[in-house]
């Protein structure tokens, strides 16, 4: 009888190793609106038959992700130096009557690290 070795699935982080990480923006174009508000400059394809399809129907391979006013001070603050324990005291002192912060801080860290915006060491 042959056994089968399940994969392991990956060891999610302690709270206490996402709070030492320290988040960097990737060398991405962004703006401030007139709202105050960052807007990051992403492409659509990275490939190259994607490049070539915007390319034909005469559109922009880049659009625009606009962030909140939470993603906004996350992506300001993410400068390679404060770590994710800075950021979400300062995020807790600016939104004080935000339930969940610190969920939603990391969150979007992650969501942000899977498309390769913000790298986190």
Known sequence: MVRRHK?????????????????K?????????????VEIKVPKFKSKIGKSFCNF???ENTFYAKMDKIGSLVWKESD????????????????????NIDQRLFLFLQQMHNLNYIYLS
């Open 7 to 23: 994969k392991q699935k990956p060891r999610l982080p302690t709270e206490e190793e996402i709070l030492a990480y320290i988040p």
């Open 57 to 59: 129907i005469r559109k």
């Open 80 to 99: 390679g130096k404060k770590s994710v324990k800075n950021i979400l005291e300062n995020l807790k002192k600016k939104f004080p009557d935000e339930e």
């Open 25 to 37: 923006k990737a060398d991405l174009e962004w703006r401030i609106n007139d709202e105050g508000l």
